[in-house]
């Protein structure tokens, strides 16, 4: 589990717990300017990943950094995903980051999106 804050213009993502230890990190800082879309929820980029750094059990947990060969994603995510928060960040370290966040993921997004759409005019949520 993560919690999230923003911090003028970076997203903090702080790990809690056990997920510090599952996701080999204790804290992942995101600009706000390489957020291309953000959304709570359903869909998470799904596909065939390779674990490269982090623990992954098939449908129990996947936390730390993956490769589908093409892209790079951070993964936070337990089997029932709820209060997910998804990330896309093309060009950035990882191209999507999705994690489960402590307390209600949908007003994060919407924070985040206000925030983005204050400093750029434009709308991050897809």
């Known amino acids: 589990m993560v919690d999230a804050r923003i911090r003028g213009d970076i997203l903090t993502l702080e790990f809690?717990?056990?997920s510090k230890l599952w996701a080999f990190r204790s804290r992942l800082?995101?600009?706000l300017a390489s957020i291309r879309t953000v959304h709570?929820?359903?869909p998470i980029p799904e596909g065939f990943?390779?674990?490269v750094l982090g623990t992954g059990f098939p449908g129990v947990i996947s936390a730390?950094?993956?490769?589908?060969m093409s892209r790079w994603a951070f993964f936070d995510l337990r089997a029932d995903r709820t209060n997910v928060l998804v990330l896309e960040l093309p060009g950035w370290k990882y191209d999507v980051v999705a994690v489960?966040?402590?307390g209600d993921a949908y007003a994060l997004a919407e924070s985040i999106n206000k925030v983005i759409e204050s400093r750029t005019?434009?709308?991050?949520?897809?």
């Not at 730390?64 to 589908?68: E, I, L, S, W």
């Not at 005019?121 to 897809?126: H, K, P």
Request: hydrophobic share 40%; net charge negative.
């Open 40 to 42: 709570a929820g359903e």
């Open 64 to 68: 730390g950094m993956f490769t589908d």
């Open 100 to 102: 489960e966040v402590k």
């Open 49 to 51: 990943y390779l674990r």
């Open 16 to 18: 809690l717990g056990w």
């Open 29 to 31: 800082e995101v600009p």
């Open 121 to 126: 005019g434009l709308s991050a949520i897809s």
